[in-house]
């Protein structure tokens, strides 16, 4: 497999909102799934998601974002999205598109790349600490998910 990660492009928007439909659950997401009709590019422009393609198509994809819209703030970037398609999974696929999301992040001039993870999701948080990220604090019992409270884990990894 040979991996290629661009900018995605409004194209993209029907295969991004599928990847989504196999990829989250209450073990990995706080919201439930967008309307089947929504526009992936509704709150979020193409230049501020990456994906990931294997031959021609996309496997997996992350978006990220201002966590604030404050100037004192504007150091700092979040990953606030990351899906790899369930066939391709243990390939690495992840792990480049968050050193390409770190890159596009420093060509920004931004010091500080952050994300939440749900303390359940292991695998999301095994690849974060295999690439750099540190936690930085738990928001204990923050979302009650299919009746169970669960925690939310702040991560962040330092560009410079
Ligand atoms: C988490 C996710 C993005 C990982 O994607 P991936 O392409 O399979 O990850 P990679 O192959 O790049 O894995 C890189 C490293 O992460 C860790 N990792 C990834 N998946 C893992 C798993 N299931 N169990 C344990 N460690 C795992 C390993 O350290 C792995 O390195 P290794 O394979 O050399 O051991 C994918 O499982 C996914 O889409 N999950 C559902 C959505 C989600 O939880 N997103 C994150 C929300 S915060």
């Known amino acids: 497999m040979v991996i290629s990660i661009r900018s995605a492009e409004t194209a993209d928007a029907p295969r991004l909102i599928e990847l989504d439909r196999v990829t989250w ?21 193409p230049g501020d998601v990456l994906v990931a393609e294997d031959d021609g198509a996309v496997v997996g994809y992350t978006q990220f974002g201002r966590p604030t819209p404050l100037a004192s703030n504007a150091h700092v970037l979040h990953i606030q999205g990351l899906a790899v398609d369930p066939s391709v999974r243990r390939r690495g696929v992840a792990r480049q598109l968050l050193e390409a999301a770190a890159e596009e992040a420093t060509r920004r001039g931004v010091r500080k790349l952050g994300l939440r993870v749900l303390g359940g999701n292991t695998s999301a948080r095994a690849l974060y600490e295999s690439a750099g990220f ?6 204990r019992e923050e979302f009650l998910l299919d009746g169970r409270y669960v925690d939310d884990v702040l991560m962040a990894r330092r560009l410079t």
């Open 25 to 45: 659950s209450p073990e990995n997401a706080v919201a439930p799934l967008r309307d089947g009709d929504a526009d992936f590019f509704e709150r979020r422009p």
């Open 134 to 139: 540190e936690v930085e604090g738990v928001l």
